[in-house]
């Protein structure tokens, strides 16, 4: 007897998620990240302050109404992971076997961020130590830095983040899920809105909000402007053409996913900006130059925090809250993997875990070299994801077509959708997905 809905649609089998507000944390756990605490705040005062924001916002308009959804209704369609998904897709038009094929490439992007991410989240939770002991306030911090990225620098740590996702997602799909972004996700925001606060009643912090918020108008006539808050806009969303499917496919007949989309983006623009106001305004009050990346978490900011009354405490609460946001992350991609292997070859839950966990640790050990997952991240970020993303997109809105996708999208809706959706997802939302991954390559990375 197979387990429904409260609307009457079937369960996954890994079950679902119980509400709409359960299920836009978890994607709001998986949108935000590393990218909106090391890059956005730079990223918005290098490109014009407030003006940069208006690119920003409308991209993520776009991005959350069209491409997210496109993600969210495939993956409830076909009630299945990245693989199935693709199938379904393609299966439409007879070619099952070749979405089946295509499917891999999206999926490989979601191990490989994970892979290289557990790399990155090690060092957050090694930074989180020395936060609490006071050895990464009383160290040279780029030095502090270079120890734990120098090759096997950081296994203990990065063994750990592994081993901590994998057992979160053992212990239950949804519900392992549900509940650690239920925690994790109200703590972050509420960390970071310590950590603004604060930032807020340091002397000089005036000049980090004006790097922010000052308007440069002539920005806005700049193609790199609206090149970047375009990357900064789709990365930031977790558009992968995998990741977002699988959370789909636990979603409930009666849920609205425009409505979730939309949702998902504002709590991960406000996560970008609470990240910005935290962090800017600190830097700039104590006259460090800022940066972005690695160098401005793992560097800069201890340095900004040894100066700061109680510094050692609010160290701390920042990399607990970069935790809370990558280990959300990370648990998404595992998840996306973990589906498909569970779904496609007949693994147990926790044996599809375990492999995935297994592989991502095995081949992250080698990577523990900061220019080493620093040039893997590029490969994936710049050329795997977001042609993923291009192919999620176009099975989505033309293998599949507009007329299947958009019963699947007016489900759980009292509204029908604005008669611009499809015309913006097919001749906008797609061709758009083919120009970020086009600037990608030329820019070398653009989000």
Not at 123 to 141: I, N, Y
Not at 371 to 378: A, E, F, H, L, Q
Request: glycine letters at 12%; charged letters at 10%.
């Amino acid at each position: 007897m197979s387990i429904k809905h409260s609307d009457g649609s079937a369960v996954h089998p890994n079950g679902g998620f119980r509400n709409s507000m359960s299920f836009v944390l978890a994607c709001v756990g998986s949108a935000v990240g590393m990218g909106n605490i090391w890059l956005f705040p730079y990223r918005l005062g290098q490109y014009g302050g407030a003006a940069f924001l208006i690119p920003y916002f409308l991209f993520v308009a776009l991005f959350s109404l069209v491409g997210l959804s496109a993600e969210f209704a495939i993956g409830r369609r076909s009630r299945t992971g990245t693989l199935g998904s693709y199938e379904y897709c393609w299966a439409s038009r007879g070619k099952g076997k070749a979405g089946y094929v295509l499917g891999w490439i999206p999926l490989f992007g979601s191990l490989g961020i994970a892979i290289g991410y557990s790399v990155i989240l090690g060092w957050v939770l090694r930074a989180l130590l020395g936060a609490l002991t006071g050895e990464l306030l009383t160290a040279e911090s780029a030095g502090f830095f270079s120890e734990m990225s120098t090759a096997f620098g950081n296994v203990p740590c990065h063994a750990a983040v592994v081993i901590i996702a994998c057992a979160l997602l053992i212990f239950g799909a949804t519900k392992g899920i549900e509940r650690v972004n239920k925690v994790l996700m109200p703590a972050f925001f509420v960390l970071f809105l310590v950590l603004a606060v604060r930032v807020f009643f340091l002397d000089g912090a005036e000049a980090g909000y004006a790097f922010l918020f000052v308007p440069k108008w002539e920005y806005l006539l700049q193609p790199d402007t609206w090149i970047m808050a375009m990357g900064q806009a789709f990365f930031s969303l977790s558009i992968t053409g995998s990741g977002m499917i699988v959370y789909g496919s636990y979603l409930g007949a009666d849920e609205d996913i425009p409505k979730a989309s939309v949702n998902t983006a504002v709590f991960d623009t406000l996560a970008a900006m609470l990240a910005a106001l935290a962090i800017m305004p600190a830097v700039f009050a104590f006259g460090i130059e800022p940066g972005s990346g690695p160098s401005l978490m793992f560097i800069t900011l201890p340095r900004v925090f040894a100066q700061m009354p109680m510094g050692r405490l609010f160290a701390a609460f920042f990399f607990l809250s970069v935790a809370f946001a990558g280990i959300t992350s990370l648990i998404n991609m595992f998840e996306a993997v973990t589906e498909s292997w569970q779904t496609r070859f007949g693994l147990s839950r926790t044996a599809a875990v375990l492999l995935c966990g297994g592989i991502a640790l095995a081949a992250g050990l080698f990577m523990e070299d900061g220019n080493v997952v620093g040039s893997w991240m590029d490969f994936i970020t710049i050329l795997v994801v977001p042609f993923g993303a291009l192919l999620g997109a176009v099975s989505v809105y033309y293998v599949l077509g507009w007329n299947n996708i958009e019963s699947e999208l007016l489900r759980g809706r009292s509204k029908p959708l604005p008669r611009f959706f499809g015309p913006l997802a097919r001749y906008v939302y797609v061709p758009i997905t083919v120009i970020v991954f086009i600037l990608g390559i030329i820019y070398h990375g653009i989000g």
